[in-house]
């Protein structure tokens, strides 16, 4: 039996309104939890870029890939392990601005987590922490018994360690048109 492992699958497009709902519906159909998802601007003028953490067999993911290709936006779709990636997310932290003078423990935590205050007022102040999941979440709990107000943790955001060669793809349908 094939193992489940941590795909990052990125997908490139053009910016076009409801894609995201068929993408995400390609997961669905196939009862696939998505771990992560996040969008942005790629390196590319134009084109976007998303960005989908899943646990799935390498068979399965190749599977998702072609079926997402199918979309008609879709410029090209690619899927790494982990280990092919470089990838971080980011957290942040809101909580009463007392207990950062109060329990002054709470400085050690944020200056050993590599974390840092983003604001501060006199009702609450932010951290912000950028890292691996596990990073994030073990300044969740630490943090946790202080009183959080607020917690927000982003999708992975990632780059491949190879070359994609998306430009290249993107230059062959420049010169084909």
Do not use: C, W
Not at 50 to 60: A, E, H, P, Q
Not at 88 to 108: D, G, P, T, V, W
């Amino acid at each position: 039996m094939e193992k489940r492992k941590n795909y990052t699958v990125s997908v490139y497009t053009e910016n076009n309104v409801g894609l995201l709902h068929r993408i995400s519906a390609i997961f669905l159909k196939r009862h696939i939890n998505i771990e992560s998802f996040t969008t942005s601007e790629s390196e590319i003028k134009n084109v976007y870029r998303f960005i989908i953490v899943v646990k799935m067999t390498k068979s399965g993911v190749e599977r998702v890939i072609k079926q997402i290709e199918k979309q008609v936006e879709v410029i090209k779709a690619f899927y790494h392990r982990d280990d092919e990636t470089i990838f971080q997310e980011s957290a942040l932290y809101k909580m009463k601005s007392s207990a950062l003078f109060e329990e002054r423990h709470i400085q050690n935590i944020i200056k050993d987590s590599n974390a840092r205050i983003v604001t501060v007022n006199t009702e609450f102040f932010v951290i912000e922490k950028t890292g691996f999941r596990e990073d994030t979440e073990k300044l969740y709990k630490d943090l946790a018994p202080f009183g959080l107000l607020q917690f927000t943790r982003s999708g992975r955001i990632a780059v491949s360690k190879e070359k994609m060669g998306i430009s290249e793809i993107l230059n062959t349908f420049k010169n084909q048109k």
